[in-house]
């Protein structure tokens, strides 16, 4: 083999090493972004208002105050 042609591998060789590099890098960009920037950060307040914890043979119910996330059905 040549000293041309072991160059010209070793170049191909780095470029594609280059080349994979930089896409991971820009996966990883894009991962970041779609969860810092894209999806907001989710934090709920706890402030629900606990009014009665009812005792049912071996269960409980609890009741709350009515709030829109109480309210809802399911």
Do not use: C, H, N
Request: net charge positive.
């Amino acid at each position: 083999m040549s000293l041309r042609t072991k160059w010209a591998l070793g170049g191909v060789l780095g470029g594609g090493a280059l080349a994979g590099l930089l896409a991971t890098g820009s996966s990883a960009l894009a991962v970041y972004f779609a969860r810092r920037v894209i999806t907001p950060v989710r934090q709920r307040a706890a402030d629900q208002e606990v009014l009665a914890v009812i005792r049912e043979g071996s269960g409980r119910q609890v009741i709350l105050a009515a709030t829109p996330d109480t309210i809802v059905d399911g």
